[in-house]
């Protein structure tokens, strides 16, 4: 199982990004994906998260600003930022936990943490 995220990059205040994060692997379902962002000097701390029922929550830092969405695949999800502030610069990364997946015709229920590569989000004010 391996995440991917991309869709970071230099855009001014007040606009817009939208990440993005794909799993790969023979996965059958994901219980909860999400997005961290690590400033720098700083700890990685929780953005958002999304479950596999669809219910949503937010950091209070980017409630109304960011929006977290899955894709019809169900194994892609997407961080959609608006409003975007200089204090958003960071290396945000792509989360799951509770996957389902085959491997050799046998089933893994997992409770490992899984986490992408970061991507880098620079905001210049």
């Known amino acids: 199982v391996q995440l991917q995220a991309s869709g970071g990059g230099l855009v001014r205040t007040g606009g817009s990004l939208r990440l993005s994060c794909a799993a790969s692997?023979?996965?059958?379902?994901?219980?909860?994906m999400g997005w961290y962002y690590q400033a720098p000097g700083k700890q990685r701390e929780w953005v958002a998260s999304?479950?596999?029922?669809?219910?949503?929550n937010y950091a209070d830092s980017v409630k109304g600003r960011f929006t977290i969405s899955r894709g019809d695949d169900k194994n892609t999800w997407y961080l959609q930022m608006n409003s975007l502030k200089p204090e958003d610069t960071a290396v945000y990364y792509c989360h799951a936990k509770g996957l389902l997946y085959s491997v050799h015709d046998s089933l893994v229920a997992s409770g490992e943490d899984y986490w992408g590569k970061g991507t880098l989000v620079t905001v210049s004010s």
């Open positions: 692997g023979n996965i059958l379902r994901i219980d909860d």
């Open positions: 999304i479950t596999d029922g669809s219910r949503t």
